[in-house]
């Protein structure tokens, strides 16, 4: 288990590194998430300890955003002065984001089945 | 030997552990209640652990920065949470190999709607320059975000909290939307599901089904990547026309 958290800590900070070395427009997460992608299509295989670590921490992925989301108290003034425009905005571009990739997919992806003998 | 409530309940709220603890009760208790009240979406247990959080802390007087300061180590996994995304991406290589072109297209179309919408739609509410650039990248997960946020000069911190928005609107609204547009291809949900409303989008998809959850969890990186790649390119273009 502490093997599998170091490998994504690892990835991270490699990822972060790699990032600084080349002036990639990415955080360093992602970065890492490639790095790990890249390890796994060469290793063929996820390690059962890798498995279950990441399984635990995708399981509770709402949990490590509550930190963050409290900052709403520090954000008062903004959030409120800018309560509408930021409100309607989020809910249309979630919406309307939710359509486009939902039915973008369902249409290419029922014409390559139908191209498919 | 004596006996000091006001005393204890001081060592509680200025102990460390505070904020730390706060986060994992309450988050497990709105976890708790999500799954008594059926998984309905309006009791998101993000949102639910926001509300109570703020309330324990606007009562008890200890200020945001404390907290936070308390329930880091929380916030820094999210770092090797984003890498340990590569997990279900892997997972779905079989499928994703076959569906590649298709996936690609829609997270490129997708993303590019999410940026252009939500810049363009909050200037014409009159939203300042500032919420304009810490909204861009609003769909995608919370360290993505906020580096995307940081690089193009928007602020941080309220980018964190318009993402939380952004995934509890997509985790309420989702389903019933999808529905409404006739999307019933599971991979086709849960590549929305990912892509407008990131982890906790993903969280509502893996409801759904098991299918529509790899799926969104594999558009959450995806996503990332083209949001990062897509918003630094366009975004003096949508805050200028």
């Not at chain 1, 360093?28 to 290793?43: D, E, H, K, N, S």
């Not at chain 1, 498995?51 to 409120?80: C, E, H, K, W, Y």
């Not at chain 1, 979630?94 to 997919?105: E, H, R």
Request: hydrophobic letters at 55%; proline letters at 6%.
């Amino acid at each position: 288990m502490l093997g599998s958290i170091t490998v994504l800590v690892l990835c991270q900070l490699a990822g972060e590194a790699i990032v600084r070395l080349f002036g990639l427009p990415l955080p360093g997460p992602v970065a890492g998430m490639v790095i790990l992608f890249l390890g796994l299509l060469i290793r063929g295989r996820v390690p059962k300890s890798l498995d279950r670590v990441t399984r635990g921490i995708l399981g509770n992925l709402g949990l490590l955003f509550v930190p963050a989301s409290v900052g709403v108290m520090v954000q008062t003034d903004i959030l409120v002065a800018e309560a509408v425009p930021i409100g309607v905005a989020v809910l249309v571009s979630t919406l309307l984001t939710m359509l486009v990739s939902g039915l973008t997919m369902q249409l290419l992806d029922r014409k390559a089945r139908k191209d498919q003998p | 030997m004596s006996f000091d409530p006001r005393a204890a309940w001081d060592a509680i709220i200025s102990s460390p552990m505070f904020g730390l603890a706060l986060t994992l009760l309450v988050y497990q208790g709105a976890v708790w209640l999500f799954e008594r009240c059926g998984r309905r979406p309006a009791i998101n247990p993000v949102l639910v652990t926001m509300i109570v959080i703020i309330a324990v802390l606007s009562v008890s007087g200890v200020t945001y920065q404390t907290y936070f300061d308390s329930a880091k180590m929380v916030h820094l996994l999210l770092g090797p949470a984003t890498v340990a995304l590569a997990v279900p991406l892997y997972r779905q290589l079989p499928s994703l190999i076959r569906s590649w072109p298709a996936v690609l297209v829609t997270a490129v179309a997708g993303s590019a709607m999410a940026l252009i919408s939500v810049v363009v739609s909050a200037r014409l509410l009159g939203a300042s320059p500032a919420v304009q650039l810490s909204l861009a990248p609003k769909s995608v997960t919370t360290p993505i975000a906020m580096g995307i946020s940081e690089r193009i000069g928007g602020i941080p911190s309220l980018t964190a909290v318009l993402v939380v928005l952004t995934g509890v609107a997509g985790a309420m609204f989702g389903t019933w939307v999808l529905n409404l547009a006739r999307v019933r291809s599971p991979s086709a949900r849960g590549l929305a599901f990912g892509i407008s409303a990131h982890a906790i989008g993903t969280t509502r998809a893996f409801q759904e089904g098991e299918t529509q959850g790899a799926y969104a969890g594999l558009a959450i990186g995806l996503a990332g990547i083209v949001t990062a790649i897509l918003t630094p390119l366009l975004i003096g273009w949508l805050t200028h026309i």
